[in-house]
Nanobody, 112 residues
């Protein structure tokens, strides 16, 4: 069983930045990939970004490409999501995912 805990969400103005963190309760070195998803009110959960734990290759949804950066710190069992130039459409609960494991999410609100 792996517990995932997200943090770093909050309220930010359009054009602002936030950095989300996801800490795993144990080493995830034996897993291939971790990912970020998000769910806006009234919408389905959608893929945001993922990172291969070994090698660090990344993948992004078109809607965040060029604005978000996913990274990881293997020594801290932590994945990050640097979110720049935030837009109101980025407002959602952001979830960390490791295969069948999900965190509880952290709220990101973008509004003036």
């Amino acid at each position: 069983q792996v517990q995932l805990v997200e943090s770093g969400g909050g309220l930010v103005q359009p054009g602002g930045s936030l950095r989300l963190s996801c800490v795993a309760s144990q080493s995830v070195d034996r897993y291939l990939e971790m990912a970020w998803y998000r769910q806006a009110p009234g919408k389905e959960r959608e893929f945001v970004a993922s990172i291969y734990w070994t090698g660090g290759s990344t993948l992004y949804a078109d809607s965040v490409k060029g604005r978000f950066i996913v990274s990881r710190d293997s020594a801290r069992n932590t994945m990050y999501l640097q979110m720049n130039n935030l837009k109101p459409d980025d407002t959602a609960v952001y979830y960390c995912n490791l295969y069948q494991y999900w965190g509880r999410g952290t709220q990101v609100s973008v509004s003036s």
